[in-house]
């Protein structure tokens, strides 16, 4: 009698741990290779992000298509990978961007036909500070935060990589109050 009820009770407890290694191997996979969470800390992404939102960044979407222009990307800040940025795409691989005038001049390399980007997620007020000119080579973006004035970005550091880039801001969770997908613009080129 005793020896069966050794018996069950080690079988409930491999049941328990099948589970717990079942849930901390799925946590992993899912950590590693799909989704992670990441914790806006500054300034530099207001009004769209503010110090303390958490977020859900996306890591699959990347290995199957190319960053856009607009999109939102969390990434391994190039001169410290240990740090952990958030910034906007601004310029695509192959393109000129200049920063002048409050604007930003885009220029594809395929048409060579110059733009202003229209910044419409942008507060009112923002101003885009600096004057430079950046040419991107393959694989490399200009990235900037919303809030211009206090984002440390592309304008100081230069092009990132796209090595560097962890992945999308998909998913605000916290503060509840603003729980959603995040809305990332389309431009279209």
Known sequence: MARSKLKRFLGHLWEIAEIIIIALVTVYIIRTFIAQP????????ESTFIDGDYLLIDELTYYFREPARGEVVVFRYPLNPKSFFIKRIIGLPGETVQVFNDQIR???AESGEPF????FYLDESTYTSGEQSTELAAGEYFVMGDNRSNSFDSRNWGALDKG???GLARLRVFPFTDFGVVRNPSFGN
């Open 38 to 45: 990441f914790l806006v800390s500054g300034a530099s992404m």
């Open 106 to 108: 885009i220029t594809p």
């Open 164 to 166: 560097e880039i962890v």
């Open 116 to 119: 202003i980007l229209d910044e």
